[in-house]
């Protein structure tokens, strides 16, 4: 079993203890089956989307009025369209190379009606891609806070610099 699967599997026991339900985000279905795989033997209940699912509406319901601790969703299937303030526990599994699109993600948790503090972890594994991955969505954050403001006018100038950044690999 992976370490983040370990890992991820401690937190959601303690979660479920306390009566906390949560997302749980991966780009890889792959993964994402391993993970439901090890939560089902470990007695920890799921739901699960991904861009395969076909009764989308009745696997979100299942959540929403169900008693799933954990539901583990697909970029592609969960990044826009749905409302899961049931949640209020975020987990990413892999981050991803747009930042918007993993923001986007969090925001199931985050919408009108949550009224419990929703807590994120990204779970990144050291010395790994996912390292470098995060620092370029470091990096993709400051150049759009630096280029652009609260106004949407222009604040500063992009530079070579900040263009060959954005496009190099590390």
Known sequence: IPAKIEV???????????????????????????VQDHLDA???????????????????????????????????????GLTLTEAD???????????????????RAHRIGQDKMVMVYRLISADT???????????KRDLFNRVVDDGGSMSGRITADDIRALLEAD
Request: aromatic fraction near 10%; avoid cysteine; charged fraction near 20%.
């Open 8 to 34: 991820l599997t401690q937190h959601l026991a303690e979660l479920h203890a306390e009566g906390h339900r949560a997302l749980v985000f991966s780009q890889f279905t792959g993964f994402l089956k391993l």
């Open 42 to 80: 470990s007695g920890i209940s799921t739901a699960y989307l991904d861009g395969a699912t076909r009764n989308r509406a009745s696997v979100v319901k299942e959540f929403k009025e169900g008693s799933a601790t954990a539901f583990l969703i697909s970029l592609k299937a969960g990044g826009v």
């Open 89 to 107: 526990y975020v987990f990413v599994l892999d981050p991803w190379w747009n930042p918007a699109a993993e923001a986007q993600a969090i925001d």
């Open 129 to 139: 891609i996912e390292e470098k991955v995060v620092s370029l969505q470091d990096r």
